[in-house]
Nanobody, 122 residues
Framework: QVQLVESGGGLVQAGGSLRLSCTAS????????VGWFRQAPGKEREFVGC????????DYASSVKGRSTISRDNAKNTVYLEMNSLEPVDTAVYYC???????????????WGQGTQVTVSS
């Protein structure tokens, strides 16, 4: 399996931006579709967005569409999630996941990172 590590989280003011990174080790990330999910305290894990192996296809949850961009640099074995116009409701632990299919469903992904905390202050 591929090992994933998220980074780039932190504390940001409402209206600000963040770029999260998901870096793979063990296997090349080129072979995997990647999803981003988040989980706020007391809530279920929810889909944020996903990107296909070749980067040609992306999909986003309606809650982040228009202010988020997922991209990948296969040479660096890394996928990025950039979020703008952050709101306190975006506060959550953000996870990346790798899988054989590109999907908004968490069960479609077999490898997960440990997550990175994003906190948006009002």
């Amino acid at each position: 399996q591929v090992q994933l590590v998220e980074s780039g989280g932190g504390l940001v003011q409402a209206g600000g931006s963040l770029r999260l990174s998901c870096t793979a080790s063990g296997r090349t990330l080129n072979n995997y579709n990647v999803g981003w999910f988040r989980q706020a305290p007391g809530k279920e894990r929810e889909f944020v967005g996903c990107i296909s192996r070749n980067g040609y296809y992306t999909d986003y949850a309606s809650s982040v569409k228009g202010r988020s961009t997922i991209s990948r640099d296969n040479a660096k074995n890394t996928v990025y999630l950039e979020m703008n116009s952050l709101e306190p409701v975006d506060t959550a632990v953000y996870y990346c996941a790798a899988g054989a299919v590109v999907s908004p469903i968490p069960q479609a992904y077999g490898s997960w990172g440990q997550g990175t905390q994003v906190t948006v202050s009002s």
